[in-house]
């Protein structure tokens, strides 16, 4: 919008008596005029910031359509074998916890967009589907535990999974070695989707909550670099490093960036949090069971600085909080790690500024 700045020139006339009057009257009026013309009589364009109409419920960024699209979680194989992932730059939000002893797996939840790929699809545990089912997310997995296959044979979520549609809606890779090539395409998910008579429209919204801009969360300790460890392995250690330009935080895996396989796009997030949450393992080969209702301590981590906050499962799911409210978080995406109660979060997680 453009406003225009209208200047009036006002011609002071004093009659004097005496010529030398006249004279210095003169003089003021030119200096008058001299001082009123640097004024700036050109048009100028203010800037005028649009707010767009639409909120993304999982990221906060804002869009001018509606983002309608019910939530996809697809279990994504976190194994050194399987890096780099595809799909994985998109996704809103990133879980990522223990699937056998401290070998992790990513639930990864796609509502704002869906990628052309995704993969490579890993199986299903009973504590993914708890968290699908909360986010009332169509869930997407290859495989299953005993506990989980039972879980899904019931019809608790609406699902498609790689047992049944291998080869069909999953298809597998010729550049890697099965159980790290399954993959799965957003044109597939949606078609799954159809074949079991999912709803394909959002119908629970989350109780996240947002700033405008990343400039509301500069209160806290200064931590720029943040690393997580799952046990002793260089492949499970993971590091964040927050750029102060983006106002984005990237993310590497032993040693490697976090890198979409397909597009290249680096992995770019807003807020990493990490919830720590009682783990108990349940059979030999080291699967694990996770409280998910138990709430308990969390780290914030978002504009560079570094929160101690609190979680808990509010209607299903999982939600960052802050003196009884639901934690503000800085529009973006988003990675949350599930970090064990023993040995805690202040020996798996550490920062620096």
């Known amino acids: 919008m453009k406003k225009y700045l209208v200047a009036v020139f006002a011609v002071l006339l004093i009659s004097g008596c005496s010529k030398d009057k006249e004279e210095s009257t003169e003089i003021a009026k030119d200096d008058e005029e001299k001082e009123i013309e640097v004024v700036d009589m050109t048009d100028g364009e203010e800037e005028v910031e649009v707010i767009l109409p639409y909120q993304a419920p999982f990221t906060g960024v804002r869009g001018e359509e509606e983002f309608t699209n019910r939530p996809v979680l697809v279990t994504i194989n976190n194994h050194p074998h399987a890096r780099p992932q595809s799909g994985i730059a998109q996704a809103d939000i990133v879980y990522e916890m223990v699937a056998e002893a401290n070998v992790t797996r990513l639930l990864a939840l796609y509502q704002s967009e869906l990628p052309e790929r995704i993969g490579p699809v890993r199986s299903a545990r009973d504590y993914f589907i708890e968290i ?92 720029s670099v943040i690393d997580v460890r799952f046990g002793v392995s ?71 600085i570094m929160k101690e906050i609190e979680w808990q499962q509010i209607d299903g799911i999982l939600v960052p909080m802050e003196n009884g409210l639901p934690a503000m978080l800085v529009p973006g995406k988003s990675w949350v790690h599930l970090v064990k109660t023993k040995p805690g979060m202040e020996q798996m997680v550490t920062f620096s500024p």
């Open 132 to 223: 699908a089912n909360g986010l009332d997310a169509f869930y997407v997995a290859h495989g299953y535990s005993p506990e989980a296959r039972q879980i899904l044979a019931s019809g608790v979520v609406d699902h498609i999974n790689g047992m049944q549609y291998d080869g069909t809606l999953f298809n597998r890779s010729k550049d890697r070695k099965a159980p790290h090539n399954s993959y799965t395409t957003g044109e597939h998910v949606l078609q799954g989707m159809e074949k079991v008579g999912a709803s394909i429209e959002i119908e629970k919204m989350p109780p996240f909550s947002y700033y405008e801009s990343a400039e509301g969360a500069k209160m806290g300790a200064i931590a």
């Open 234 to 304: 260089e492949d499970f250690h993971h590091v964040y490093t927050y750029d102060t330009l983006t106002q984005q935080y990237s993310r590497s895996s032993g040693g490697h960036l976090t890198t979409d396989k397909d597009t290249l796009e680096q992995v770019s997030l807003s807020n990493l949090l990490f919830f720590e949450v009682p783990h108990q393992t349940i059979d030999d080969q080291g699967r694990q069971q996770l409280n998910l209702t138990s709430g308990g301590r969390a780290y914030l981590f978002q504009a560079g």
